[in-house]
């Protein structure tokens, strides 16, 4: 997997050098544009709050090859390019995708699927949504979402919305995990807890592999957060450690002013993926300084919304290290 880190880069420059085709550092490829636009994650292009909301990716790039054989020494010393471009700090285009770009009129009726556009041939990875709008509704195209990132050779993570629980869903979950069910605020964990679990069965039902569940908190029409932001922030962290209990990184979608909106002071310490909305990919890098800090964490991914597209962009020092946020299979 590119940007393994030095351990890699070393295997690999002995590697081509023994076999003197290519010698290690050489020139990157055209594909390591360290300028190329980004793209950013799935939800309607047109904002319905006034703030950065998620949108998905766009149709792009040719399928591999089915049955490939494993990479030449040529090859090889490409990808070694690759990761030393990264390592020293270049910008990575990315995508992200969700039920807006499912084939037009899935899902639940309030978050029908708009057939919108697939990320951008020059998209390295992709974040693809596990929820259909509010929580305890899949993504109803995840498993074919999955497979066109697979079948195009790009790096994966996963990324859900949180939302509030209803009263069913509260009386149907809150007695059902690790917190304590005699609260309002334990029932409320759980029901998070609950929605994580909800999500990971998704995951594994599609094959969906990542080491890391973004988790989108922002205000979702139809179905809203609570006025009370101390039992929205319990929801938070429910999910927080349903993702945890299960051995993956979490990180945290949002903005400052959406996060402030819905959970008030919740800090996390999470990794930060943030967003700028219908804007530019210099305001989006711009996203990645302190402050625009959401809760504390470390900012590794920001999006901006462009030609219908989510587009995303690796934020400093974070290129050389990809495979710590996503998966390629």
């Given at each position: 997997m590119r940007g393994r880190g030095a351990g890699v880069r070393t295997g690999l420059c002995a590697l081509v050098l023994a076999s003197a085709?290519?010698?290690?550092?050489?020139?990157?490829?055209?594909?390591?544009?360290?300028?190329?636009?980004?793209?950013?994650?799935?939800?309607?292009?047109?904002?319905?709050?006034?703030?950065?909301?998620?949108?998905?990716?766009?149709?792009?790039?040719?399928?591999?090859?089915?049955?490939?054989?494993?990479?030449?020494?040529?090859?090889?010393?490409?990808?070694?390019?690759?990761?030393?471009?990264r390592s020293a700090g270049e910008a990575v285009l990315g995508g992200d995708i969700s039920w807006p770009q499912c084939p037009p009129g899935l899902g639940i009726p309030q978050k029908r699927s708009l057939g919108m556009p697939m990320p951008l041939p020059e998209a390295e990875?992709?974040?693809?949504?596990?929820?259909?709008?509010p929580g305890f509704h899949p993504n109803p195209c995840l498993a074919d979402q999955v497979a066109w990132v697979r079948d195009r050779g790009l790096l994966i993570s996963a990324y859900?919305?949180?939302?509030?629980?209803?009263?069913?869903?509260?009386?149907?979950?809150?007695?059902?995990g690790p917190f304590d069910a005699g609260t309002t605020t334990g029932r409320l964990e759980n029901t998070g807890y609950q929605q994580a679990l909800f999500n990971l069965a998704s995951m594994e039902a599609s094959g969906f592999v990542?080491?890391?569940?973004?988790?989108?908190?922002?205000?979702?029409?139809?179905?809203?957060?609570?006025?009370?932001?101390?039992?929205?922030?319990?929801?938070?962290r429910g999910l927080a450690r349903g993702y945890t209990d299960a051995g993956l990184e979490i990180g945290v979608?949002?903005?400052?002013?959406?996060?402030?909106?819905?959970?008030?002071?919740?800090?996390?310490?999470?990794?930060?993926?943030?967003a700028a909305g219908h804007t530019s990919r210099d305001e989006a890098l711009e996203r990645c300084g302190p402050r625009w800090s959401i809760q504390g964490g470390t900012p590794v991914l920001?999006?901006?919304?462009?030609?219908?597209?989510?587009?995303?962009?690796?934020?400093?020092?974070?290129?050389?290290?990809?495979?710590?946020?996503?998966?390629r299979y």
């Open positions: 085709l290519a010698a290690c550092g050489a020139g990157s490829s055209a594909d390591d544009a360290a300028d190329v636009a980004p793209t950013s994650p799935a939800m309607p292009a047109t904002p319905t709050t006034g703030t950065p909301v998620p949108s998905t990716p766009a149709e792009s790039g040719e399928a591999a090859a089915p049955g490939a054989e494993a990479p030449g020494l040529a090859e090889l010393a490409e990808q070694l390019a690759d990761d030393e471009a990875y992709v974040v693809v949504g596990l929820t259909n709008g859900a919305v949180a939302s509030f629980p209803d009263d069913a869903t509260l009386a149907r979950h809150g007695g059902d990542s080491p890391i569940v973004w988790i989108d908190v922002e205000p979702v029409p139809d179905f809203e957060w609570s006025g009370d932001e101390a039992a929205n922030a319990a929801v938070v979608y949002s903005t400052p002013y959406l996060w402030t909106q819905v959970v008030g002071d919740l800090e996390l310490g999470i990794p930060e993926w943030r920001a999006q901006w919304v462009a030609d219908e597209r989510d587009q995303n962009v690796t934020c400093p020092g974070v290129a050389g290290d990809l495979d710590r946020w996503f998966h």
